[in-house]
């Protein structure tokens, strides 16, 4: 077991569409890296196990992301700058994530913020990259 997630893991992510890593450009791929860097740094400092990690939702080609329910037209998943974690340890994973904002800053990564991401599953956390407007806390609603 990898104690990160590789940029392979992120890029075939959800069987469902296997062939979306060849759709990956130099782009995604220097997105990704970045992304998966700084995630996997905050995972860490948060005490996460990230064996026990499930990446639901990482690189989506355009063409995927338009048949997925509910995701932005310009989601941060189609350019690799976002993810989307299941875990069935760390119980809801974005509250843990939300108590220490600290960490979110400290890596530059955004969360969306748990009151939004509500659904048949409730242990699951979207994070991203994107560049937003400096806030006291790294969390947004869509």
């Known amino acids: 077991m990898s104690n990160i997630i590789t940029l392979e893991q992120y890029l075939t992510s959800s069987g ?5 890593k060849q759709f990956a450009d ?19 400092e948060l005490g996460v ?9 990482g690189f989506r080609p355009a063409a995927i992301n338009k048949t997925v329910k509910g995701a932005a037209k310009k989601s941060g998943h189609i350019i690799g700058l976002s993810c989307d974690f299941m875990d069935f340890v760390n119980l809801p994973l974005a509250n ?20 939004a991401t509500k659904g048949k599953f409730t242990n699951w956390m979207h994070c ?10 790294q969390v947004f609603r869509p």
């Open 128 to 137: 991203d990259i994107i560049s937003r407007s400096a806030r006291d806390v």
């Open 26 to 44: 130099e782009q995604v791929t220097i997105n990704a890296t970045n992304l998966l860097e700084k995630v996997n740094a905050l995972l860490t």
């Open 16 to 20: 469902k569409y296997p062939e979306r």
């Open 49 to 57: 196990d990230i064996s026990k990690l499930v990446i639901s939702s």
């Open 96 to 115: 843990l994530a939300l108590s220490k904002p600290e960490l979110l800053k400290k890596h530059g990564v955004w969360i969306e913020h748990p009151e």
